[in-house]
């Protein structure tokens, strides 16, 4: 039971309302997909694409048999790779089809720009980094970090 006063990290609170409201899948799908080249490797990743995840399955678009025979081979390693990635067994089987890859889009395009002119204290760097600590999505920490970081300098009064 939590003490009087004590305030949930804002990571514990993001998962688990990702929880309840049964979206953990969708995110994880979209971390696949924005982080597949890093995940896979170049080679794999020009040729697959994450389509979607369900009940613990990864069905996953292969360009040509070719492909989904050689990586038929890979499944052990690409769900051990998935998993260290999304930090649990979020994926124990690879379903693999045969279609058509989407053509990659930058990440970038549809991250929102950081605050990068606010500087904190080593007090506000700490409390900051210990509600974003949990949250193993970089850019999402980084975006949480610049919100909580603007949220701390209106509340500290300068000086």
Not at 33 to 44: A, K, N, T
Not at 71 to 81: E, G
Not at 112 to 131: G, I, K
Request: cysteine-free; proline content about 6%; hydrophobic content about 40%.
């Amino acid at each position: 039971m939590r003490g009087i006063g004590s305030i949930d990290s804002l990571s514990s609170i993001l998962e688990g309302l990702a929880r309840r409201l049964g979206i953990e899948s969708k995110l994880l799908e979209n971390r696949m997909r924005r982080d597949w080249v890093s995940i896979v490797g170049e080679p794999i990743a020009s040729n697959t694409w994450p389509d979607q995840v369900r009940y613990k399955k990864l069905y996953l678009l292969v360009r040509n048999s070719v492909w989904l025979h050689q990586l038929t081979f890979l499944k052990p390693t690409l769900i051990q790779k998935l998993n260290q990635v999304a930090g649990g067994e979020f994926v124990t089987e690879i379903a693999l089809r045969v279609g058509e890859i989407p053509a990659r889009t930058a990440a970038s395009a549809t991250t929102p720009p950081l605050d990068d002119d606010v500087t904190l204290s080593e007090v506000e760097l700490a409390e900051t980094a210990s509600h974003v600590s949990a949250i193993q999505d970089p850019e999402l920490r980084q975006l949480f970090t610049s919100v909580i970081s603007r949220n701390l300098r209106t509340l500290t009064p300068p000086g």
